[in-house]
Structures are given as structure tokens and as C-alpha cells.
Nanobody
Framework: QLAESGGGLVQAGGSLRLSCVASGQTFSSYIMGWFRQAPGKAREFVSTINRSGDSTYYSDSVKGRFTISRDNIKNTIYLQMDNLKPEDTAVYYC???????????????????WGQGTQVTVSS
């Protein structure tokens, strides 16, 4: 199971840090990712991180502003979001994949498990 937290309302230019805690003892064997979905839009890839945490990948829309990281001792991944923009408003989901079918893992159907999502709202 995956549980996100850290969402909220922030002004444009502000920052938020999302967390996603995974239950179970095999967290380090999963590739992890963040996706988001705005109202009326398809789920969109944000970022992914490999099992050891030494390789990451970002969508062009967040590159340079967001940072993904993981702590395999705490079974947690993070998404540090800086310089937020109104277009970042969405529900953010973390996801876990047991199998690495490609790198980077950018497609939602490559992931096995999903959290319930956390709302991020950026006001202008």
C-alpha cells in the first residue's frame, strides 16, 4: 500500500514537499514514480526514480523545479516541488513498479500499485 501526504494550497512561486510511504518490506525492489491528474485531463507522468535512488527522470514541464528522492530505510519517496505554477494544480499520485520494463518508466500502465492521491493547488 502507498499513502501520499503533503499536498495543500500554495501561492505561485511557493514550495511543497510530497511524501509517499509504502508498507511492506520490499520497498527497495520497486521503481517508484509520481504522476498527476488535473480536472478533465489525463493522468500525466511527473517523475520516476530507480531502486537505488541514483537515477531519476523528469517530465519537461517540471524539470529544474521538482526533485524526486527516496529513503529505502524509511520506505518513503519524496517530491520536492519548488517555484510552483498554477498549471501544477492537480491530484498527485505515487506509484510503484516491480518490473523495470524500460528506463525511464514514464507510462502509468508500467506501475502496479498506486496511492490514493494528494491534492496540490497553486493559486496565481
Amino acid at each position: 500500500q502507498l499513502a501520499e501526504s503533503g499536498g495543500g494550497l500554495v501561492q505561485a512561486g511557493g514550495s511543497l514537499r510530497l511524501s509517499c510511504v509504502a508498507s511492506g518490506q520490499t520497498f527497495s525492489s520497486y521503481i517508484m514514480g509520481w504522476f498527476r491528474q488535473a480536472p478533465g485531463k489525463a493522468r500525466e507522468f511527473v517523475s520516476t526514480i530507480n531502486r537505488s535512488g541514483d537515477s531519476t527522470y523528469y517530465s519537461d514541464s517540471v524539470k529544474g523545479r521538482f526533485t524526486i528522492s527516496r529513503d529505502n530505510i524509511k520506505n518513503t519517496i519524496y517530491l520536492q516541488m519548488d517555484n510552483l505554477k498554477p498549471e501544477d494544480t492537480a491530484v498527485y499520485y505515487c506509484a510503484a513498479a516491480r518490473l523495470q520494463t524500460a528506463w525511464p518508466m514514464r507510462n502509468w500502465n508500467q506501475y502496479d500499485n498506486w496511492g490514493q492521491g494528494t491534492q496540490v493547488t497553486v493559486s496565481s
